[in-house]
């Protein structure tokens, strides 16, 4: 059975800049496509970036785009999330997902990510 370990949300001034990383368990780290979402109150669950293990190809979604970077460690079946520049509108529960692409991905437990103006 996967399982997902998230760790690494805060709160943060605009501009600031916070790591997350999520940690997978049951499951041989490769050939499968991980990522991050976003979910902000009284919105819907939104892509941020996805990676795949294989060769560490990367892809973003919308307003993240060149100020986060998503990374493998494939020695810690670890996936990281480095935000930079953050701003309030980045302000959200962020979620791990293994099977980025299925209908319904195995989901980490959420980190709050809190940016103040």
């Known amino acids: 059975q996967v399982q997902l370990m998230e760790s690494g949300g805060g709160s943060v001034q605009a501009g600031g800049s916070l790591r997350l990383s999520c940690t997978v368990s049951?499951?041989?780290?490769?050939?499968?496509?991980m990522g991050w979402f976003r979910q902000a109150p009284g919105k819907e669950r939104e892509r941020v970036a996805r990676?795949?293990?294989?060769?560490?190809?990367?892809a973003y979604y919308g307003p993240v785009k060149g100020r986060f970077t998503i990374s493998q460690d494939r020695a810690k079946n670890t996936v990281y999330l480095q935000m930079n520049n953050l701003q309030p509108e980045d302000t959200a529960m962020y979620y791990c997902a293994y099977n980025f692409f299925d209908t319904h991905p195995t989901w980490g437990q959420g980190t709050q990510v809190t940016v103040s103006s």
């Open positions: 049951g499951v041989s780290f490769s050939a499968f496509y």
């Open positions: 990676i795949y293990t294989t060769d560490g190809a990367t």
